[in-house]
């Protein structure tokens, strides 16, 4: 696929069937997880636009969707960030065209150069961090006027209310994908997907060559390069609750790696060093299960599926759904779910929400719901 640098804004809907990426953190437990036992299809919600991302809100019987925008770099295209509830399954929209406030915290986020302008806001992976009963400190990566993750806090206390309280900006050459952030809220990591500065990013990312790496942010010491972290299109990411380690989607070399965050080879707790395991299609976002497994879906893509996928009209994606479960000690896997659901492509993330698996798709405006 010749994709060149004047062709990349239009092409922007390629990043969008790349997409994804955010994540609760989670332990890897010890012992190896009960498996995840197989889910059917229930049904669909419909609401969100392009819901690429999904993301459970503890405790509050809701989840956060990420509304894609129909071209991620483009100034012309507007994302959203939405909660739909799990039990009527209802969907509001609460960014950028709610009312929502500001309250920088410029000592947490001493480098932001300020609030995100709304007009042109474009969501991507998303992640949460429960802070209290009903409040929650969201993440959410954001293309819009900027390359960075905008941080939020969303109370659903009275209603719901969204307060921007700060951002970290990437370094020039990346294009963020997934976040998750790391334990203490002083540092996270981010997937750069690849380098939208060069002329043809996407024959990197099929062709196996690495495009991007895994990037961590502390406060004290801002951006670095996880060690031993290239691969072609990082994608999803999840982080063990103890912060030591990652796994991370490798979207153009269809595998789900481990990756000890410190850059060692092997560690004594957690998950047991660097590990990759083989999966069926292009992995998308990661999630983790009640069970504590890490949970997989993505696309079967050609790189002429990328092109063809960029047109309104569903029938030009390829079909097919592919749940799995990845054993995170392991690194074994099993089938979840496989169909072909009706209008329904270009599967993105399969997340937990309530007694339900929610899987989001990059087209349309349909979850599918499986028990």
Same mark, same amino acid.
């Given at each position: 696929?010749?994709?060149?640098?004047?062709?990349?804004?239009?092409?922007?809907?390629?990043?969008?069937?790349?997409?994804? #990426?955010?994540?609760?953190?989670?332990?890897?437990?010890? =012992?190896?997880?009960?498996?995840?036992?197989? @889910?059917?299809?229930?049904?669909?919600?419909?609401?969100?636009?392009?819901?690429?991302?999904?993301?459970?809100?503890?405790?509050?019987?809701?989840?956060?969707?990420? &509304?894609?925008?129909?071209?991620?770099?483009?100034?012309?295209?507007?994302? @959203?960030?939405?909660?739909?509830?799990?039990?009527t399954h209802e969907a509001s929209e609460i960014w950028p065209e709610r009312d929502w406030s500001v309250d920088w915290d410029r000592t947490r986020f001493p480098t932001c150069p300020g609030p995100p302008?709304?007009?042109?806001?474009?969501? @991507?992976?998303?992640?949460?961090?429960?802070?209290?009963?009903? =409040?929650?400190?969201?993440?959410?990566?954001?293309? &819009?006027?900027?390359?960075?993750?905008?941080?939020?806090?969303?109370?659903?206390?009275?209603?719901?209310?969204?307060?921007?309280? &700060?951002?970290?900006?990437?370094?020039?050459?990346?294009?963020?994908?997934?976040?998750?952030?790391?334990?203490?809220?002083?540092?996270?990591?981010?997937?750069?997907?690849?380098?939208?500065?060069?002329?043809?990013?996407?024959?990197?990312?099929?062709?196996?060559?690495?495009?991007?790496?895994?990037?961590?942010?502390?406060?004290?010491?801002?951006?670095?390069?996880?060690?031993?972290?290239?691969?072609?299109?990082?994608?999803?990411?999840?982080?063990?609750?103890?912060?030591?380690?990652?796994?991370?989607?490798?979207?153009?070399?269809?595998?789900?790696?481990?990756?000890?965050l410190d850059g060692s080879r092997a560690s004594a707790r957690s998950a047991v060093g660097r590990a990759s395991i083989d999966v069926p299609f292009m992995p998308d976002n990661l999630r983790i299960s009640?069970?504590?497994?890490?949970?997989?879906?993505?696309?079967?893509?050609?790189?002429?599926?990328?092109?063809?996928?960029?047109?309104?009209?569903?029938?030009?994606?390829? =079909? #097919?759904?592919?749940?799995?479960?990845?054993?995170?000690?392991?690194?074994?896997? @099993?089938?979840?779910?496989?169909?072909?659901?009706?209008?329904?492509?270009?599967? =993105?993330?399969?997340?937990?929400?309530?007694a339900e698996l929610w899987v989001g798709a990059v087209k349309g405006d349909r979850i599918a719901v499986l028990r």
């Amino acid at each position: 696929m010749n994709i060149t640098r004047s062709t990349l804004p239009r092409l922007a809907a390629v990043a969008a069937v790349a997409l994804a #990426g955010a994540t609760l953190s989670t332990g890897a437990s010890a =012992t190896p997880p009960q498996a995840t036992p197989k @889910h059917e299809l229930e049904g669909f919600l419909s609401g969100p636009t392009s819901p690429e991302d999904i993301v459970e809100l503890p405790g509050s019987g809701s989840a956060l969707v990420s &509304g894609l925008s129909a071209d991620p770099l483009s100034t012309n295209s507007v994302g @959203h960030l939405y909660t739909v509830d799990s039990d009527t399954h209802e969907a509001s929209e609460i960014w950028p065209e709610r009312d929502w406030s500001v309250d920088w915290d410029r000592t947490r986020f001493p480098t932001c150069p300020g609030p995100p302008e709304a007009s042109i806001a474009s969501p @991507h992976g998303i992640n949460v961090e429960q802070t209290g009963t009903d =409040t929650y400190e969201v993440y959410a990566v954001n293309h &819009g006027g900027r390359e960075g993750v905008e941080v939020f806090e969303l109370d659903l206390t009275d209603g719901t209310e969204l307060t921007w309280t &700060g951002c970290v900006t990437l370094p020039s050459g990346t294009f963020a994908n997934g976040v998750a952030p790391l334990p203490g809220g002083d540092g996270l990591v981010v997937t750069n997907f690849f380098d939208p500065t060069q002329s043809d990013p996407f024959s990197q990312i099929f062709s196996d060559t690495p495009s991007g790496d895994l990037m961590r942010w502390d406060r004290a010491t801002g951006w670095s390069t996880v060690p031993d972290s290239a691969m072609a299109g990082p994608n999803g990411v999840v982080v063990t609750r103890d912060g030591r380690t990652a796994f991370v989607a490798e979207w153009g070399g269809r595998q789900v790696h481990r990756i000890p965050l410190d850059g060692s080879r092997a560690s004594a707790r957690s998950a047991v060093g660097r590990a990759s395991i083989d999966v069926p299609f292009m992995p998308d976002n990661l999630r983790i299960s009640r069970q504590g497994e890490v949970l997989v879906t993505g696309q079967d893509f050609t790189p002429e599926n990328v092109i063809s996928c960029q047109a309104d009209d569903l029938a030009n994606c390829p =079909t #097919g759904v592919s749940v799995l479960a990845v054993d995170p000690r392991r690194m074994t896997s @099993h089938v979840l779910y496989e169909g072909e659901p009706a209008d329904f492509r270009a599967p =993105t993330v399969a997340a937990p929400v309530g007694a339900e698996l929610w899987v989001g798709a990059v087209k349309g405006d349909r979850i599918a719901v499986l028990r």
